[in-house]
């Protein structure tokens, strides 16, 4: 009854309210309906979601937060500081718990949550138990996505912009990881703003030799300067066209900015300039 081995595409919305239904037959069509849309095809979050809930009722008193929350909480007591480690581990896409990586990576993120080491190990051990993480070696995962996504943006709401960007900035696997994390808030401000602090000058996205993985992730949230910062890299290039290895991720960048209806004119004539760099 607690299998997660079941896969399910994200266009399986379907087959989730179907094997939903299956298993509570006290879900009706409607409630079984939202639990899969809210899981994403996810069959995994879709069951988590239904053991979570009332065993009667309707969930129209429910909003999606409380529907989360519950997920989060499972009946167990309420505890400040495993809520503000959960929406810290959230922010990266990973994180490693022995302290091999350096610079350890519990103890930052510890620092960002004003929670000492062995406290953040100790609450990352309980998401796992609650099946709310994944592990792989030393290496853990806030799970599932859809929960993470919530969790960090109510860290990047709780924490000051500029203490994250500026502390992941010179940590080079946590600020890809962290990148690919920002890569699915596109809505939230606090996002686009930590990307911008990086573009300025000294930050890892500054200059003709940013950081060409974080701004492959990022460049959608803010197009507009992202697209400067590919100009300035084109520029460069120009000078020495065979020096230049990475052609596919500038060339993914360029037409990831002209999805927006806005750039695409400006993106365009990117893409003409990078021609004429490797003519």
């Known amino acids: 009854e607690e299998t997660d081995v079941v896969r399910v595409e994200a266009e399986g919305s379907d087959i989730v309210e179907a094997l939903l239904r299956r298993r509570r037959n006290d879900l009706s069509t409607g409630d079984a309906?939202?639990?899969?849309?809210?899981?994403?095809?996810?069959?995994?979050?879709?069951?988590?979601?239904?053991?979570?809930?009332?065993?009667?009722?309707?969930?129209?008193?429910?909003?999606?937060?409380?529907?989360f929350d519950r997920l989060f909480w499972q009946r167990e007591e309420r505890n400040e500081e495993l809520a503000r480690a959960a929406e810290v581990l959230s922010l990266v896409y990973s994180f490693e718990v022995d302290g091999d990586e350096q610079p350890d990576e519990l103890l930052f993120l510890g620092s960002l949550a004003e929670l000492s080491r062995r406290a953040m190990h100790r609450h990352a051990s309980t998401l796992l138990d609650r099946g709310l993480a994944q592990a792989r070696s030393r290496w853990r995962a806030v799970l599932p996505h859809a929960l993470a996504n919530r969790l960090a943006r109510q860290a990047l709401?709780?924490?000051?912009?500029?203490?994250?960007?500026?502390?992941?900035a010179d940590k080079p696997r946590l600020r890809r990881s962290l990148a690919r994390r920002l890569s699915y808030l596109h809505d939230c401000e606090e996002a686009?703003?930590?990307?911008?602090?990086?573009?300025?000058p000294g930050g890892p996205l500054h200059g003709p030799s940013p950081d060409l993985q974080?701004?492959?992730?990022?460049?959608?949230?803010?197009?507009?300067?992202?697209?400067h910062v590919v100009n300035a890299m084109v520029t460069a290039?120009?000078?020495?066209?065979?020096?230049?290895?990475?052609?596919?991720?500038?060339?993914?960048?360029?037409?990831?900015?002209?999805?927006?209806?806005?750039?695409?004119?400006?993106?365009?004539?990117?893409?003409?300039s990078l021609a004429i760099a490797f003519d």
């Open 157 to 168: 709401r709780s924490i000051p912009f500029r203490n994250i960007a500026d502390g992941f």
């Open 192 to 200: 686009r703003r930590i990307v911008t602090r990086w573009m300025e």
């Open 237 to 272: 290039i120009a000078a020495a066209p065979e020096e230049f290895l990475h052609l596919d991720s500038l060339t993914r960048m360029i037409a990831r900015i002209a999805h927006s209806e806005v750039m695409f004119p400006q993106a365009c004539e990117s893409f003409v």
């Open 33 to 67: 309906r939202r639990l899969a849309e809210l899981a994403q095809g996810n069959a995994r979050l879709g069951f988590a979601l239904a053991q979570a809930i009332p065993q009667t009722g309707s969930l129209t008193a429910f909003n999606d937060a409380a529907l």
């Open 214 to 227: 974080v701004l492959e992730a990022v460049c959608h949230l803010v197009p507009e300067d992202a697209l």
